[in-house]
């Protein structure tokens, strides 16, 4: 049972932009920890996106951004690719340690 | 080339034990606390363990603790899950993942992932 909520499902034509949400608390997010974004790829490991609420790995196109205010972080896709279709999780730290988000599937249309 | 390598994987009776291996190179081992999130089939990522760089502390998710030990060998570069009293809920993709401080304790590095089917 997860303590950071996101919707289960977002979707865009090629292009568009899309953000998903990743709802928490004041034991969490709202405490000041950093929430981090990764992207699961169909039938793959997990893979860094965002780290510290809105830093990009080297090699993380600059059309994925992240940003964080109050108990709330997002994950914004700019410029939609086909290859963006993944499953996305936010994670974070909370008073009884490491949580992931309820992940999202992004469909591109 | 940094990369993680679990192993060990299978399937195991309810009640039954596993030990999974999680090898590491490219990297200094010793240097980095490590991690085991599974993946239930269809669902989502839990966290499961953690262990700090030396050995010298760990952490349990509350669903695996008492069940499950995490370990370490630095001369091995290698990270160890021994799982023990199997439940059907236990069935899923095992990733081990690396946290880096300069990531902000995010896991930047994970492993391809072991899957552990618990069915009689």
């Known amino acids: 049972q997860s303590v950071l909520t996101q919707p289960p499902s977002v979707s865009g034509a090629p292009g568009q932009r899309v953000t998903i949400s990743c709802t928490g608390s004041?034991?969490?997010?709202?405490?000041?920890?950093?929430v981090h974004w990764y992207q699961q790829l169909p039938g793959t490991a997990p893979k860094l996106l965002i780290y510290?609420?809105?830093n990009r790995p080297s090699g993380v196109p600059d059309r994925f951004s992240g940003s964080k205010s109050g108990t709330s972080a997002s994950l914004a896709i700019t410029g939609l690719q086909a290859e963006d279709e993944a499953d996305y999780y936010c994670q974070s730290y909370d008073s009884f340690g490491n949580v992931f988000g309820t992940g999202t599937k992004v469909t591109v249309l | 080339e940094v990369q993680l390598v679990e192993s060990g994987g299978g399937l195991v009776q309810p009640g039954g034990s596993l030990r999974l291996s999680c090898a590491a190179s490219g990297f200094t081992f010793s240097s980095y606390a490590m991690h085991w999130v599974r993946q239930a089939p269809g669902k989502g990522l839990e966290y499961v363990s953690a262990?700090?760089?030396?050995?010298?502390?760990?952490y349990y998710a509350n669903s695996v603790k008492g069940r499950f030990t995490i370990s370490r060998d630095n001369s091995k570069n290698t990270l160890y899950l021994q799982m023990g009293s199997l439940r059907a809920e236990d069935m899923a993709v095992y990733y081990c993942a690396r946290v880096a401080v300069t990531t902000s304790h995010a896991f930047d590095i994970w492993g391809q992932g072991t899957m552990v089917t618990v069915s009689s």
């Open positions: 004041s034991s969490n997010i709202g405490a000041g920890y950093d």
């Open positions: 510290g609420n809105s």
């Open positions: 262990i700090s760089s030396n050995g010298g502390s760990t």
